[in-house]
């Protein structure tokens, strides 16, 4: 059982570049999510999807895509990366979403954008 | 919408020393309350929660009660350990617009144990 995983650890981009983030767990979770995490500012919730096939925005979506066509995946897509971007990106994801569940959280991606 | 506000630090102490993080929040309703813990080169991982006023939760030595009078939720622990070195995060639920529940996080405070 590997919990939540997420490549790259790190990754370093120029301006305007695209790339995906990859999450993916193995807990049989409907609830998926993002979050940047940032200095001083804690986290922040860029996207979610309480199941497959179904996503929806969080208090920071732009800049990002998602989609969920599995239970088990839940990729972020950075169509043209900017500096404001650079960040800790961390997925997490529980049973259903609610507030009682434990909420499971990948070891992060650490992304530079010049 | 609802949010948190804690202590930020960064807090040093000696070993076997009291530790306390203050937290409050403001909401609607009557949301979960959470304390995450992010050790160095980790994710974060649920430490404790409470679910109504009054409720404690406890974990590893680490204590916080649901104050519903205080809107508070404060960490404590009475001896820590240099591997409680680490960032914690309090947390609250709350609703996106989408009407989904939400984790809203405090900015962190960064714990450092000394021997």
């Known amino acids: 059982n590997a919990g939540v995983t997420q490549t790259p650890k790190f990754q370093v981009l120029k301006t305007g570049q695209s790339m995906t983030l990859q999450c993916a767990q193995d807990m049989n979770h409907e609830y998926m999510s993002w979050y940047r995490q940032d200095p001083g500012m804690g986290l922040r919730l860029i996207h979610y999807s309480v199941g497959a096939g179904i996503t929806d925005q969080g208090e920071v979506p732009n800049g990002y895509n998602v989609s969920r066509s599995t239970t088990e995946d839940f990729p972020l897509r950075l169509l043209s990366a900017a500096p404001s971007q650079t960040s800790v990106y961390f997925c997490?994801?529980?049973?259903?979403?609610?507030?009682?569940?434990?909420?499971?959280f990948g070891p992060g991606t650490r992304l530079t954008v010049l | 919408g609802n949010s948190v506000t804690q202590m930020e630090g960064p807090v040093t102490l000696s070993e076997e020393a009291f530790l306390t993080i203050n937290c409050t929040y403001t909401a609607t309703g009557y949301p979960s309350l959470f304390w995450y813990v992010q050790y160095p080169g980790e994710g974060l991982q649920l430490l404790l929660k409470a679910t109504k006023a009054d409720d404690k939760g406890s974990n590893k030595g680490f204590e916080a009660t649901y104050r519903k009078e205080t809107t508070s939720f404060h960490l404590e622990k009475g001896s820590v350990q240099v591997s409680d070195s680490a960032v914690y995060f309090c947390?609250?639920?709350?609703?996106?617009?989408?009407?989904?529940?939400?984790?809203?996080f405090g900015k962190g405070m960064k714990l450092t144990v000394n021997p």
């Open positions: 997490a994801s529980s049973y259903s979403g609610q507030s009682t569940d434990t909420q499971y």
């Open positions: 947390a609250l639920s709350d609703y996106t617009q989408g009407g989904s529940e939400k984790l809203v």
